[in-house]
């Protein structure tokens, strides 16, 4: 059974601090990893994907891939409270197209 | 370039009823994935469709759950006698898979709910 593991949460950071997400995976073949974030009610919004080991950056966010240890995280700088949400790490299946989700990390920026 | 749409965005029924949802994906993009979401869980993988083929299901996907894709463009997704544990959230995604990341983008959702 393959699995994406991610902490439940809620993770509570104060407005303007760098928010770490992390996840992990048990497919080693895997190649293609994504993050969406999730707000309460909507459906998942994909914020960043990342394909080679390293750092990955766009704007406030920045992806990093180890897939040595089979790790993926997301840090979010400058959090914002409407940064508040649920973030989903995805997987994409190696040797097919559909991706393994985790259960999310809920994220809670305080004013 | 609009996004992922489906229709409708809320559907209640009572147990028993059959139930469909269309997707209309992003145009152009050629592969379609459905999968469902219930709370507090990662949305969960039942079906794709690469232009009009369905190259793969779930083992959960239950023979009362049945998806078409007739002309490579708009999806539905049927339920047939639905039951309580069907009540989810119903998340359709589309990509354009050329080369590596294989981006999925969904779109807004059916919730369902089973009376």
């Known amino acids: 059974q393959k699995e994406v593991e991610q902490n439940s949460g809620p993770l509570s950071v104060p407005e303007g601090a760098i928010a770490s997400l992390n996840c992990t995976y048990s497919d080693r073949g895997s190649q293609s990893f994504f993050w969406y974030r999730q707000y309460s009610g909507k459906s998942p919004e994909l914020i960043m994907s990342i394909y080679s080991n390293g750092d990955k950056e766009d704007g406030r966010f920045t992806a990093q891939l180890n897939k040595a240890s089979q790790y993926v995280s997301l840090l979010i700088r400058d959090s914002q409270p409407s940064d508040s949400a649920t973030y989903l790490c995805?997987?994409?299946?190696?040797?097919?197209?559909?991706?393994?989700f985790g259960s999310g990390t809920r994220l809670l920026v305080r004013p | 370039d609009t996004g992922v749409s489906q229709d409708p965005r809320h559907k209640i029924t009572k147990r028993g009823q059959n139930v469909t949802f269309r997707c209309d994906p992003i145009?152009?993009?050629?592969?379609l994935y459905w999968y469902r979401q219930t709370l507090g869980q990662g949305p969960e993988f039942l079906t794709y469709?690469?232009?009009?083929?369905?190259?793969?299901k779930s083992r959960l996907l239950s023979d009362r759950f049945s998806a078409e894709r007739p002309k490579g463009s708009f999806s539905t997704l049927e339920i047939q006698r639905t039951e309580q544990g069907d009540s989810a959230m119903y998340l359709c995604a589309s990509s354009l898979d050329h080369q590596p990341p294989y981006e999925q983008y969904f779109g807004p959702g059916t919730r369902l709910t089973v009376t």
């Open positions: 995805a997987v994409k299946d190696d040797g097919s197209y559909k991706l393994i």
């Open positions: 469709f690469q232009n009009e083929a369905q190259l793969e």
């Open positions: 145009s152009e993009h050629n592969r």
